[in-house]
Every structure is written in structure tokens, then in C-alpha cells.
């Protein structure tokens, strides 16, 4: 059977740009994966993994200009969003370099022997290995950060996993290119260049995730393409844990106080926000619940402005753009739906922004227009009217979960007047990020950062983002009364690598 | 429809003793986890919830005479045992209630916005909240420790998850009364008494994991049961997390040096560890590599001696006696499987210890002695007569994951010399908790603890037993740009509670 070719699509025209690679064969998948099981001893080593990540950054930003020209031409965001989400990654590849170095991810727990104890307590010391060769499943939405040389990549790493990527089809040059980069910035490490696999095609996605050897899978897109993934994970005869970022609306609660203070600036932060990348981001605000009545109407009217102004814009492919034309159009023909600015097709290969209106009366209960609550990629959102508290309080109440929940507040509110903490304990369960007068777009690299949320904006109580995403690619050991010289140099009484620990329950610098 | 009796029943006689309740019906089952959920918000106070865990151990020991009496009327697990186990269980709520206090689980991280950053950085906090309502399932095999009032119930009410309990079909009695006891501490301490649920049946088991209220489970028991539960759960319209620990052979190595060095000790400790309890640990050693030749022929002979010395046992119920003389049958009949002394039948009631012979050969390609690789529950262990360290690594790469893996060494090797770091390495990789020269029975309870492996020991990388088991039942929540006086106490600048923290990257105490 001849190869599958897979082209790189130019978003701008549809058309085949040039053949990049082949889809993988079951034979490929798993020479890559066992490639990168092979290279998991030579990622023990912190100090190596450290100066592999940091000279994976060097390697990226010194070939930046070729990257964002390559990722451009594939996904039409622009050289200068791509220049950026390039600094992000490599800040993150760096950032996680310094946490591989600093080793408190590795948790070290020591308790001593206590002979006199009842039951005798034996000595113990606790830390964390790698989980094995983690599956990496790219996003459409952002060519570099969340694909192949992205958060899952860097995270897993960090943690001494190899990592097999399964290639976005938005953008399979580029993750030729980042992947050769990683690759030889391995060999350059003096680490095998299996420690970083690709793998292009539907197919070979589900072969990975079903690969035995596979230990764990990291996931960012679609609900539906991450929970054929979920499902598949856990169907194995040994089921791995499965990361995945799936969908989320990202809702925003505008007070009536701030919507009477600053409806304006809100407006005009909102449509900045949801038309920020032709509407594709994870944290695109979806639902925006906004007062009836006059300070309400003032915000619509700013947002409409606003949002008027914006150009029309090229979204990843042309199957999302017929998804985007009829997901707006199918929820245009509910009843007591307006759009002050009507989304829709804009050019032959564009989509241009818009907005819909609706009464929070017509989602408090389960009816047609539940289409409303779920997520619609591209720049659109939907302000939904409420009369009082009590209808925001039963929106919110329907919603699923979320990545981000954000409430605009008045300036009294965030003195803790009137309704800004009953707003915020509204928000807190639906979301892993809550935001006060913010606006969600835009996940920063942070320690603190948590990007991830309920079902389904993600499957798991974890984070693909920020200091914490290491410890999803972690299993913890104890060793029990293993004399010093047997034990590795983690657990080892004298602290040798100097690492932070907590010994009989102290916890020690 | 009549309700459906739950009885206790004597596996002494297997008579039954009294009916101790009904099956929960589904309206049952949802009244238990509605009022759970109700109960939620009551907990979320730490101070409550330690003296709750504190009034709860407290109130276990006060009954203790009584709770000990019932465990052992259910189980015949015999007051010695039972008293111990009480012990330990609330020893292990008193360790919670310390961690609840003490707050590091929150994991509080803090990073200060930097507006001169690019992009600017927003402050963001970030700490972990409890993920709503646990259902627990109950093993068979710890009436205390690891049912009503055990780790998994401990851990969850310590994160402020509200419980419902499935009971153990083996011991109904024992977990109603443990249950009263529970809610009625709960009660003293202000909480509403729906903070603890108990439901019985195999139905309402399944109605539990299916509810769209429950959050989260944790389970102790079979490979079967617990799988089909995490299918359940995976499977849920919105997944959840199932904490399942499930099975191990727990893999025991003794090194060529170790038997030449101390055949009669080893043996004798073995013996000890695989008839403990009956052989109904998680942790019984069931699997044993010992090399062929003098050294082993050594130990085997000990192992007898003991062996034939140890009384026969009443198993938990006569299913388990059924399963348990069926399977030593099957494994007998394997071919070069020989019973130095063999276990099977006692009394009508009662099983004997035994053990079996296998040559390492058998095992080193599939077949039909990978039964042998699959746990048998009760009073039996296969001893695997090697050749050389070569059929050492061939057997254990065959094994499913463990809880635990124990190697035997030699002085010297314990010094780094010779076959020690080698078996150490092999053995690792297998388990959640590794040994040297002691028997994995006996899991004390530690903040270095780890009462997990890899699959089938559990389905996650997370430990039930231990300071860490609190992990399991949280989601971490970040605040972006939040004013001081909206956030919780945990998060404010001042630290008003005086919480470890990490603060711009810099871990605090």
C-alpha cells in the first residue's frame, strides 16, 4: 500500500502548499515509541534534561524567523502573534529548565525508623520517577505552544519522560521543522534523538494511544476528538491517565454596578478578547452574562461598535471555517436570538466577527437553545441578558465546566460591597481560572497558572500549563529500610543534590 | 418491590448472624449523595474538619470494645488483628487531621503581577479545593482500616469531600456501626450527619459511581470489581477520577548471596509475612524469586518447617475459601509445579497454608503458567527457582505492576557490592514501594508512604495510604488579578493564615 502524503494547506488560499511527510504506519508508531522508551535511562540525568531544554529554546528562537514563516504560511496568524507564541514557548521550555533544577516537583518525603513506635515505623523516603513515554497530542490553535515543542512537550521532558508527538494537520511542516530542532538539540545534549518522536495522521493517533508502551497522553482540541481519545485510554487492557484540554465557553459575569460604572471598557475588552486570533483561542469568552436594561444596553452598544470595526479574519482550516459559517447560523435561527453584529463568511477564505443576543429567561431551563452553552470556535460570542441575580445565579448553574469564569466588577465590589464575592462563589466551581475585571485570553507562564478546569474543559484535575503541568507525567515511589549506598542520590540521608524534603514530617528548604 | 436484606454473616459457620439493613435502592442511593453534597460548603472550614477527624478517632477508640467485636463476628479476622487495625485507623484520621491543620496540601502558589514583563504578568494565586463528593468502595479485607471509617474516608473528609461508603458485602455490621459512630462526631462538631453516607448492595454500588453528584471514588478490592467500577466511571457522561487498588503479586528477589547468607531467616519471614492475615493482605509477597541450588534448597526447607507449623485459618467468607482452594487446584496441576506443602482445604471452614515450585524457565515466555503471575488471595506464595540474574530480569519483566517489590540481599550487597543496585534497578520499575530485606506486609502509615504501582496495583499514580493520599481528592483553582478582599484567606497577601507557601517562584515555610 503506497504512503498517505500529508500536505501543508495554506488556510489563506486552500490550497496543497507543498508534501511535507507521510502518515505513519502501525510499524512507524511503534519504532517511534519504542525509539523513545529506549531513551528514557538518558533522560535520568536532571542536569542533562535541564541543558536540553534550555538549548531547545536556543535552538527554536535562533531559527525563529524560519519557525513563525513556516507556521504562518500554514495557519494565517500572522507574524506577529506567531513571534509571540514562539517567545512563550521557549520561555516555557526555559522556565520548566529551572524547576527540572530546582527538583521540589520531585517531592522528596523522608521518615526515619522509629523502632519504639507501635506498629515499628520502618525508615521510608519517598520521591518521583518518570512515568515512561508520554503520547503528545497537538493543537490546531497554537502551532508552537501547544504542539509539538509546547507545554505537554517541555512538561514531560522536565519530567525525564520521552515524548511521542502526533502531529497537528493544520500545521505538519511546522512540526517537521520544531521536531528536527528538538531533535538535534537532543543529539546536541548527547541524548538519543528519540527522546522526541513525530508521527503524522488519524490513524497513527490511535495506534499511540494504544501503544503498550505508551505510559501517558497529554491533549489539547476539540471535545469530541479528545474524548474518542479519552475513551480509547481508558479501554487498554492497562489504562493510562489521559490529559486532555477539551472545550470550554469561559463565561463572564458583567455586575449590574459595573456594567452602570464602565459598560464602554468592558465592551471594547470583550470584543478584543473574543475576536483575539479569529476568536481560536481555548479561553475565548463564549457566554457573557450582561444586565437588561440601560447599562446593559451600553455595553451591547460599545461591543457592537467595536466588534464592527474588526477585519475579517482566516481561520485554521477550511473545515473550521464551514463549521464556524453553520454553527452561527444553526444557533442565528433560535427564537429571541439577535446579533446586533452578525458573524458569518466574510470573504472566500475568511470569517468575520460577530455577537449574539439572548434572554438568560430562554437557558435558566434545558431547551433548544442549550446549542448556546456549548462552545462555538471563532469570533463569536453571546451576551446573555439578565434581569437580576437570580437568573445569572441559574445560567451559571447549567453551565459545564470551564477553563476560565470571569466577573467584571464595580469599584466598591472589589472592596467586597454588594455583589462582587456572591459573583465570584458563583463563578469559583465552574472554572480552573477565575478572573476579576480581566479578560481570559492570554494564560501566562507562572508558577500559580492553572489551565484546566471541570469536565470537559479538561479530563483530569490537573494543569497543562504553568509550574505544576510537570507533575502530571509523574509516579511516586518509597523505598522502605534500603540501606544509603543502594538508595538513588535523591533519597540519600547526606542530601547530596541538595534538594528541598520533608523529613518526619518537616518540611525542610 | 420488598427491600432486599443485607446480613451478616459468621465465616466461622457460615451461618448467618442478624440482618443488618437493606440494599439502598436508586432513591436511596441519591438521597445519600444529595444530602452529601448538601453537606459540602459545612466543610470547607479546616478547623471544623480537624476536630471532626479528632472526634471521629476518638469516638472509634471509645467504642473500640464494640467495634472490635463486630469486625470480628463479620470476619474472624480475630480481636488481635481487629485491635490493631482500630489502631491504625485512627491513628491515620489523627495524621489528617494534623495535615488539615498544618495546610501544605493546599499548595498555595502565589506570583505577583509584572506589568513590565512581555506579555505583562497578572498576579495569579492559586491553591486546591476539594472536588465534591467521594464515593468510597470497601475492601473485604480491612473492616476498619480500609472501609467505612478507613484511608480512602479519612483522606477525602481531610480535602472536605463529603462521603458515601459503599459497604463490604463481608461486613455490614461493622460498617453500620462505624458509620453511626462517624456521623454522630460529625454531628458533635457541627457538620450535618450527611458528611458520611453508608450504602449496601451491588446495585447501589454501581447507581454510586453513576450519579452525577459524585466526583470522585476510591476503591480497594479486586482486579474484576475494580475495573468494572473504573469503566463505570470512565465512562460517565462527564468522567471521573476512580482511585482504584486493585491487585498485586508483590514480587519478592532473593539475591544468590542473600540465601547462602541467611536461607532459614528468610524463609521463616516469609512464611510469616505470605500467611498473615490469613494471606488476605494487598501486600502478601505471592510471588518469589529464589535461586536454584543448595542456598535455595535452604530456604525452601525453612519456608516448609514454618509453613507446616502455621494454623489453619477461616478465609473472610466461602467464596473466597471456593476461589482459593480452586485456584491452588488449577496451579497444582500446571506441569513442574510441585507443593512442599500444599495449601487447600482445612476444616469445613478453614483453609491451610502451602506453597508451591515452579523452575524460573516456566515463566520466561508466555503460557500456561502465567497463571502463575496472577494474585491468588489467601494463604499461598509461588516460589520461582532461578538460574541466574538473567532469569531474574526475564520473570520480572513479565509481571503486571505491584504495590510493592522486596529484594533479599546479602551484607555486602547492602554496601553496593555485587547483585544489589542490579536487582534493585530491576525491581523498581514494577512497584510503588520497594524493600529491602523486609516483607511488604505491614504498611505503616507515614507522609512517605506509597500505597500504590502501577496497573493492576492501581489505576492512577497516586497512594492511599500516607500523607500524600489527601492529593487525590482536591482540583487546584487559580485567581487572576483578584482584589485581596475577594479572595479566600488562603490567598490573601497577609497570609492571615499563616500557610507554607510559594511566592514568586520562592518556597516559603
Known amino acids: 500500500m503506497p504512503a498517505t502524503p500529508v500536505w501543508s ?47 531547545a529554546a536556543d535552538a527554536l528562537d535562533g531559527a525563529g524567523d524560519r519557525v513563525v514563516e513556516a507556521a504562518d504560511a500554514e495557519t494565517a496568524l500572522g507574524p506577529g502573534r506567531l513571534t509571540g507564541e514562539l517567545a512563550r514557548t521557549t520561555a516555557q521550555l526555559r522556565a520548566m529548565a529551572d524547576i527540572v533544577e530546582e527538583g521540589a516537583f520531585l517531592d522528596v518525603l523522608i521518615d526515619h525508623a522509629d523502632p519504639s513506635a507501635t506498629p515499628p515505623q520502618p525508615d521510608l523516603r519517598r520521591y518521583k520517577l518518570p512515568v515512561g513515554v508520554v503520547a503528545v497530542y497537538s493543537a490546531s490553535n497554537f502551532p508552537l505552544a501547544f504542539s509539538v515543542p509546547g507545554g505537554d512537550t517541555a512538561s514531560a521532558l522536565a519530567a525525564g519522560c520521552p515524548v511521542v508527538v502526533k502531529a497537528h494537520p493544520d500545521h505538519p511542516a511546522t512540526s517537521e521543522l520544531c521536531a528536527a530542532l528538538l531533535r538535534r538539540a537532543a543529539e546536541e545534549s548527547g541524548l538519543p534523538k528519540g527522546v522526541v ?4 495522521g488519524f490513524e497513527a493517533g490511535l495506534e499511540l494511544i494504544r501503544h503498550p508502551l505508551v505510559a501517558a497522553a497529554g491533549f489539547t ?21 489521559f490529559f486532555g484540554e477539551l472545550g470550554s465557553l469561559n463565561p463572564v459575569v458583567v455586575s449590574q454596578a459595573a456594567a452602570a460604572e464602565r459598560a464602554e471598557e468592558i465592551g471594547t475588552g470583550l470584543a478584543g478578547s473574543m475576536t483575539l486570533g479569529v476568536g481560536q483561542f481555548c479561553v475565548k469568552p463564549g457566554l457573557v452574562l450582561a444586565p437588561a436594561g440601560d447599562a ?3 455595553l451591547v452598544k460599545s461591543l457592537t461598535e467595536a466588534v464592527s470595526n474588526s477585519e475579517a479574519g482566516v481561520l485554521l482550516d477550511h473545515r473550521m471555517r464551514d463549521n464556524f459559517v453553520a454553527g452561527v447560523q444553526e444557533r442565528l435561527r433560535l427564537p429571541d436570538v439577535d446579533s446586533p453584529v452578525t458573524p458569518g463568511s466574510g470573504g472566500e477564505h475568511t470569517v468575520s466577527a460577530g455577537f ?3 434572554p438568560a429567561a430562554r437557558l435558566t431551563t434545558e431547551g433548544l437553545h442549550d446549542l448556546l452553552l456549548e462552545e462555538c470556535f471563532g469570533p463569536v460570542t453571546v451576551v446573555v441578558r439578565y434581569e437580576d441575580e437570580a437568573e445569572v445565579a441559574a445560567v451559571l448553574d447549567r453551565l459545564p465546566g470551564n477553563l476560565t469564569a470571569t466577573v467584571q466588577l464595580a469599584a466598591a465590589e472589589c472592596e467586597g460591597e454588594g455583589a462582587g464575592g456572591r459573583l465570584l462563589a458563583l463563578v469559583t466551581p465552574l472554572a480552573g481560572r477565575v478572573l476579576v475585571n480581566g479578560w481570559p485570553t492570554g494564560v501566562s507562564i507562572a508558577y500559580a497558572q492553572n489551565h484546566g478546569g471541570p469536565y470537559p474543559a479538561t479530563t483530569s484535575t490537573t494543569t497543562s500549563v504553568g509550574g505544576t503541568a510537570i507533575e502530571r507525567w509523574l509516579r511516586p515511589v518509597a523505598y522502605q529500610a534500603t540501606p544509603d549506598p543502594l538508595l538513588p542520590p535523591e533519597l540519600q540521608e547526606a542530601n547530596p543534590l541538595g534538594l528541598p524534603r520533608r523529613v518526619d514530617g518537616r518540611r525542610l528548604p
Request: no cysteine.
Open 221 to 241: 482540541g476539540s471535545v469530541r476528538g479528545g474524548r474518542a481519545l479519552f475513551d480509547e485510554a481508558a479501554a487498554r487492557p492497562v489504562p493510562i491517565p
Open 197 to 200: 518522536g513525530l508521527v503524522h
Open 296 to 298: 446593559g444596553d451600553a
Open 9 to 55: 494547506v495554506d488556510p489563506r488560499t486552500g490550497k496543497q502548499r507543498e508534501e511535507v511527510a507521510a502518515e505513519a504506519t502501525p510499524v512507524e508508531v511503534d519504532e517511534a515509541v519504542r525509539a523513545a522508551r529506549a531513551a528514557l535511562p538518558a533522560l535520568a540525568d536532571r542536569t542533562v534534561r535541564a541543558a536540553f531544554l534550555r538549548r
Open 356 to 358: 449574539l443576543t439572548v
